[in-house]
């Protein structure tokens, strides 16, 4: 990449692809993107199409897409089985022998699965799954550490048309009960634990709790990782191991239509209950393909790491499918970014020649509070292409990534999208967009963004409005499953026939997109999606809690931090002790991510004379100590005076 001018401040410098880069890459000019693209949003039909020509179908699609908004059918007709796609086609061909996981555990362990071994494994799971009476269209859910049996059970499930749910392995039992009843799976594939920090995480206890409260699940499989002890209920628990060994490592792919149901992720909301996305086949497979090939620009040489867990949907689309769709090998590590230290990551990479690396703003945050030390010394000459996601990355941020980890060399590509678009929507093209620190710059092909106001129009340059998506894309989330109604009332109901994406964003004058923020009461913590709504359910699920007020407060680490109003009921005591086992409470019931970092106890929240608490002066006092917004609505005054105290007091 080449810096326009030294003078202009970093905010401002624009980074221009170098020729270098631009030379093999697939897209390697402007004047190619923009063709590209506007052929791609003109003949939406004829681009994809050609897209998912590259993809095995056992029956060819009769019509590219059915759309009457907000309902897509994608290849209309076609039949296929994803994993034909990401397995057979490379074990049976010259791939055969290519590595596609290089796994390490967090304790040091190495595993090197070649596409014909994943393939055999794959096979080999997908028999066992049937033997227990998995059929296609069943709901298994998946709660796995981050080793290459997580994407087995995955494959596996798709393989025999079953719908998989993956559950990240940091949330609680209870958030596991939660999923497994709205999606209503029978079949549970775990592990007896995962390494975390050099501990052991408890995940099939977990799974066990679960279970103890619901009686829809018929067996659970679980894979021996840790060794550590567990329960195992005669009838309903099997080990893999034990199943595998029994079966065959032959299985015939049958074929499903397009749109056959592929898996449900929850996501937050902005109410209490998480959302089922449902993403479908045809168009999911055709969507992460097509961005690997592009965005990642996927070579076959490449060693490429996404750090992502498998559980949040980066992991579904980046590590899973779209890779291996690609014929692509990969890194996979179980572990944290910080064990045994902060040089985990460069380690990585050095040693496995890693070239395309995949991660969050929050981790390189994190990585440049605990200083340079520990990249230093590393060989990261094998990067050529640095990829960031999850939340909008601050320019030291960037600035950090780009130059120390990417020795000023390689192209960073921002991509901006979420669980319901499923493959990333904006994004530089490597070899052709010039970036500057902190825009997720243009809309991918096919992708037809835009930012409008209130009223419907495109806001003007630097305007700040809604983000939109005005056309289909193949892998859109078909629905909230089982709730059609919510789906329609939280992405298609501000306006006709287009999806809202709950983001706030603006475009500069030379169109890059700038993500601001959600529109809604969703946080972004560590790059995750937390509703505030989730967290003041879980606060007011303890005894002692009356009423709870959730808020986000900028944070230099997570981007986002929780931040907690709570009332407690009459005759109890607000003390440091009640203020952690609240935060612990909330770890407990929803999952570690969202334990607050910050617990205040209010006499009384703010609140409109009709009841509706008022978070906008809550966030307004937490980051200013101050309120110098409307208090025409507040019902008490006396209210705000009383927080200013708990807040300084504290
Ligand atoms: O607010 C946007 C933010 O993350 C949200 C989507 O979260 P989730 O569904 O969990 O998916 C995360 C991984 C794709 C978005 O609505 N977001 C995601 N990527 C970016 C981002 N904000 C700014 N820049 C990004 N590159």
């Known amino acids: 990449m080449s810096k326009k001018s030294v003078n202009t401040p970093f905010e401002e410098q624009v980074f221009k692809p170098s020729k270098d880069f631009a030379k093999n890459a697939r897209v390697s000019s402007m004047a190619q993107y923009n063709r590209m693209w506007k052929e791609s949003v003109e003949q939406p039909a004829k681009f994809w199409a050609s897209e998912a020509k590259e993809l095995e179908w056992q029956k060819p699609w009769s019509k590219v897409l059915d759309w009457k908004a907000p309902d897509a059918k994608w290849f209309v007709g076609g039949k296929l089985n994803v994993t034909e796609s990401c397995l057979d086609r490379h074990a049976r061909g010259p791939r055969r022998n290519k590595a596609a996981i290089i796994f390490e555990g967090e304790p040091g362990d190495k595993q090197v699965l070649t596409y014909a071994q994943l393939h055999r494994e794959v096979c080999k799971f997908t028999n066992v799954l049937i033997a227990r009476g998995v059929k296609a269209k069943d709901r298994v859910l998946i709660y796995m550490p981050m080793i290459p049996q997580a994407a087995i059970a995955m494959l596996a499930c798709a393989r025999l048309g079953a719908v998989h749910s993956v559950v990240f392995g940091g949330f609680s039992a209870e958030s596991i009960l939660d ?198 010394g590393h060989d990261l000459s094998s990067l050529r292409l640095l990829g960031s996601v999850g939340e909008p990355i601050n320019p030291e941020a960037w600035r950090w990534y780009y130059e120390k980890i990417g020795g000023s060399r390689c192209p960073i590509v921002d991509t901006w999208w979420q669980t319901e678009t499923g493959a990333i929507m904006i994004s530089p093209l490597p070899g052709a967009t010039p970036t500057i620190a902190g825009t997720a710059t243009l809309p991918f092909f096919g992708v037809d963004a835009a930012i409008l106001d209130d009223a419907g129009n495109e806001c003007k340059a630097n305007e700040a409005g809604r983000l939109v998506i005005r056309k289909p894309w193949p892998s859109m989330t078909r629905t909230i499953y089982g709730d059609k109604a919510r789906f329609k009332k939280t992405y298609w109901a501000d306006y006709d026939g287009l999806y809202t994406a709950g983001d706030s964003a603006r475009r500069d004058k030379k169109g890059n997109f700038w993500i601001v923020g959600r529109l809604d009461d969703v946080l972004n913590v560590s790059g995750h999606r937390l509703g505030t709504a989730e967290v003041e359910s879980a606060l007011v699920s303890h005894p002692s809690v009356a009423e709870a007020a959730v808020i986000g407060r900028p944070d230099d680490l997570k981007g986002q931090a929780v931040v907690c109003f709570v009332t407690v009921k009459g005759g109890i005591k607000s003390t440091p002790a009640l203020q952690k086992e609240l935060r612990d409470h909330v770890g407990k019931v929803i999952g570690a991510i969202a334990k607050p970092d910050n617990v205040y106890f209010a006499p009384a929240l703010p609140k409109t004379r009709s009841g509706k608490i008022i978070r906008r002066l809550l966030k307004e006092l937490v980051s200013t100590g101050e309120v110098s917004g409307n208090t025409t609505t507040l019902e008490d005054h006396s209210v705000i005076e009383q927080l200013k105290k708990t807040i300084a007091d504290s």
């Open 179 to 376: 999923r497994l009843e709205d999606c209503g799976a029978t079949h549970v594939i775990t592990a007896d634990g995962g390494w975390r920090r050099g501990k052991t995480v408890a995940l099939k206890d977990n799974v066990d709790e679960a279970l103890s409260r619901t009686k829809i699940v018929k067996s659970v499989i679980v894979y021996k990782r840790t060794g550590q002890d567990v329960k195992m209920k005669k009838g309903r628990d099997f080990w893999w191991d034990e199943l595998a060994a029994e079966a065959s490592a032959k299985h015939e792919a049958k074929a499903f239509d397009s749109e056959h149901p592929l898996f449900i992720l929850y996501t937050s909301g902005s109410t209490g209950k998480p959302k089922g996305i449902l993403h479908t086949s045809g168009g999911y497979l055709t969507g992460t393909y097509t961005t690997c090939k592009y965005i990642f620009d996927m070579q076959d040489e490449d060693v490429y790491w996404c750090t992502a867990d498998v559980g949040w949907i980066t992991g579904h689309s980046y590590i899973v499918y779209g890779p291996l769709a690609m014929g692509a090998t990969q890194v996979m590590y179980e572990g944290a970014p910080n064990y045994p230290d902060f040089s985990r990551f460069w380690q990585m990479i050095e040693e496995y020649g890693v070239s395309i690396f995949y991660t969050a703003p929050t981790a390189i945050r994190a990585f440049i509070k605990a200083g340079d030390s520990f990249v230093d």
